[in-house]
């Protein structure tokens, strides 16, 4: 029983990550069409910007909280040269995301080379429940997570901006007509994404160290777990992500995790071919 408590425990603490990572892609994919394939650099931007606050002398919190700021106004500034200029063709959206994941990770691969950097926990040590020991910091996590999940929630349902991104969401052409500027609501729909996903990095950097791959394998799992949850919603990523974050988290306990990460995405992929439209069908909240 006190391993099958522990297990959840490390399950639900990945899951929170995956649910940051993939809350972000998805809020993109649903609002502007486009799937960010430089979601995974923005995490990996995120743990970096967090290991040059520490190396600078100040406290780990502090990066952690410059963090998602900072990938944030770089996804702003992203959105407003580049990304913007092919919301008419998806595709090429896509390819030019994924082509500036790659020149972010290429920057940061020569700034740190083939190292693994640490960056110590903020809050270290552990709580003791039933005499079991669970990892303060992961705990931290589960709750940041939590409670960024509603934020976002009350942004987009309960906040006039959030009610210009659903209206942007449902009818581009109406929203523009009634005074909306959706090309603003896009560079803030972007920047917010990236910026989910540069707190991701700065939170999961103590737990899995900085290198310059990180943020690959955090983008395949959002990229997939949008899928099974399906786009249109705030529902649906993080129902996805919920799902996958758990399966790539529980399978490696009873299997290895190369046949772990094969699995996952055979079930996604059998998922996705009887239900296209994904867990949560539909646009809205």
């Known amino acids: 029983?006190?391993?099958?408590?522990?297990?959840?425990?490390?399950?639900?603490?990945?899951?929170?990550?995956?649910?940051?990572?993939?809350?972000?892609?998805?809020?993109?994919?649903?609002?502007?069409?486009?799937?960010?394939?430089?979601?995974g650099e923005?995490?990996?931007?995120?743990?970096?910007?967090?290991?040059?606050?520490?190396?600078?002398?100040l406290p780990v919190w502090l990066g952690m909280i410059a963090a998602p700021f900072v990938v944030g106004a770089l996804g702003f500034v992203l959105e407003r040269l580049i990304v913007r200029r092919f919301y008419?063709?998806?595709?090429?959206?896509?390819?030019?995301?994924?082509?500036?994941?790659?020149?972010?990770?290429?920057?940061?691969r020569g700034l740190i080379g083939g190292l693994y950097l640490s960056v110590p926990e903020p809050v270290g040590g552990s709580v003791t429940i039933g005499g079991m020991h669970f990892s303060t910091w992961r705990l931290v996590i589960i709750v940041i997570t939590a409670l960024v999940m509603?934020?976002?929630y009350l942004l987009l349902a309960r906040t006039a901006f959030g009610l210009r991104i659903r209206a942007?969401?449902?009818?581009?052409?109406?929203?523009?007509?009634?005074?909306?500027?959706?090309?603003?609501?896009?560079?803030?729909?972007?920047?917010?994404?990236?910026a989910l996903a540069g707190l991701a990095g700065a939170l999961i950097v103590p737990v899995f160290t900085l290198f310059?791959?990180?943020?690959?394998?955090?983008?395949?799992?959002?990229?997939?777990?949008?899928?099974?949850?399906?786009?249109g919603s705030f529902a649906g990523p993080v129902a996805g992500a919920g799902l996958i974050g758990t399966l790539s988290a529980a399978l490696p306990w009873v299997i290895s995790p190369v046949i772990a990460d094969v699995a996952v995405f055979v079930l996604a992929i059998i998922f996705i071919k009887f239900r296209p439209q994904g867990l949560v069908a539909g646009k809205g909240v």
């Not at 940051?20 to 799937?35: E, P, Q």
């Not at 995490?43 to 606050?53: D, E, F, K, R, S």
């Not at 998806?90 to 290429?106: F, K, N, S």
Request: aromatic share 10%; net charge negative; proline share 2%.
């Open 212 to 231: 310059a791959d990180l943020g690959i394998r955090f983008l395949i799992q959002g990229f997939v777990a949008v899928m099974v949850g399906g786009i």
């Open 150 to 152: 509603a934020g976002s």
């Open 168 to 194: 942007s969401l449902e009818n581009p052409a109406l929203a523009r007509a009634s005074g909306i500027s959706t090309n603003a609501i896009y560079g803030a729909t972007f920047a917010f994404g990236a």
């Open 42 to 57: 923005f995490v990996l931007l995120g743990a970096y910007v967090t290991y040059i606050v520490h190396t600078a002398g």
């Open 88 to 108: 008419a063709a998806p595709i090429v959206a896509m390819l030019g995301t994924y082509a500036l994941g790659l020149i972010i990770r290429e920057i940061v």
């Open 1 to 39: 029983m006190d391993n099958l408590i522990m297990a959840v425990f490390e399950i639900a603490s990945f899951g929170a990550i995956v649910v940051l990572v993939v809350l972000g892609l998805g809020i993109i994919a649903s609002m502007m069409g486009i799937f960010n394939f430089a979601q």
